[in-house]
Every structure is written in structure tokens, then in C-alpha cells.
């Protein structure tokens, strides 16, 4: 008989999402995703850092403070990332797999690339203006999100 207990594609393309978020610098929030096509054949992985070349020692890490002294206008977002990371070509007809939901910025980006669909896990910036323009985005052009169902099973990486 064949073996039960194996993760469905969901919790694999989650899982390599909240992997990449732990290459993530930012002592705040790590955020990991993975681009899929629609043959469960992963296109693309990225994480929230900082822009090629900018040394993370010398970025400011910090949320607070005078606004060219935070990360903010620095990090570039995980989805982002995924996106540009992908060099394949087209990703219409794609869905991304991401640690949290999409932000404005990513979702026009989101968009553009032609991804149909987001899995997220966390919404936890839910209430802010970002996340709310993002779904409005997303329901305008008929992309569809849903938060990722936790499938109760624990699993220990030991690297
Ligand atoms: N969908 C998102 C939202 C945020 N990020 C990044 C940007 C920052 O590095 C971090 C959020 O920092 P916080 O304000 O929670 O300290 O997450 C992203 O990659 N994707
Ligand atoms: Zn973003």
C-alpha cells in the first residue's frame, strides 16, 4: 500500500514558501513565496531582503524612525522578488504560494504578470490600507485568494 500520510500540494508549495522566508533578514517579519504553474511545477521562490548588491549589513533594518532610516522604502517584498526571480517567461495562468498577503505594491505586480490566483497563510496586516487596496485590486479583475488551511501536521527540518 502506498504511503498515507504525504503532504498535499498545498502544504508542499507553503512549506517551500515559509522556507524561503527563513533567508529573510528582516528581524521583524520573514516573508517567503513560491510561484507555481498549473501543473504543480514550481516556477519561482523569493523572500523579502534587500535589492541586490545593497549590503544588508550597511541597510537599515529599523521600522521606526525618520523614513530614510527604515527599511521600508529599501526591502523589496518577497512576491516581488518571486516574480523577478522567475526567468522563464510568462506566469499567466500561475498562482503564488506567499507567508502573508500581498501588499498593494506586489499586487499590481501580481497582476501584470498575469497570476491567477494567491494562497496566502497570514493576514496580518489586514486592517491597513495596503492589504485593503490590494483586495479591491484583486476582486476588480477576478483574481481569486484564499488563505492557506492548516492540514494539523508538524514538520521538524533538522539541517
Ligand atoms: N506582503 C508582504 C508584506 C511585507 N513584506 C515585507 C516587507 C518588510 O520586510 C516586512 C514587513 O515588516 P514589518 O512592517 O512587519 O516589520 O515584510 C513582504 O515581503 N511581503
Ligand atoms: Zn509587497
Redesign the pocket.
Known sequence: MKRQDYVSWDAYFMGVALLSAQRSK?N??Q?GSCIVNPHNKILSMGY?GMPTGCNDDRMPWE?KGTPLDT?YLY?C???LNAILNYSGGSLRGARIY?T????NE?TKAIIQAGITEVIYYSDKYADTDSTIAAKRMLDMVGITYRQYQKEGKELVLDL
Open positions: 528582516d521583524n517579519t516573508v523579502n521600522r527599511k526591502v517584498h518577497a512576491e506567499t502573508l498577503f500581498p501588499c506586489c
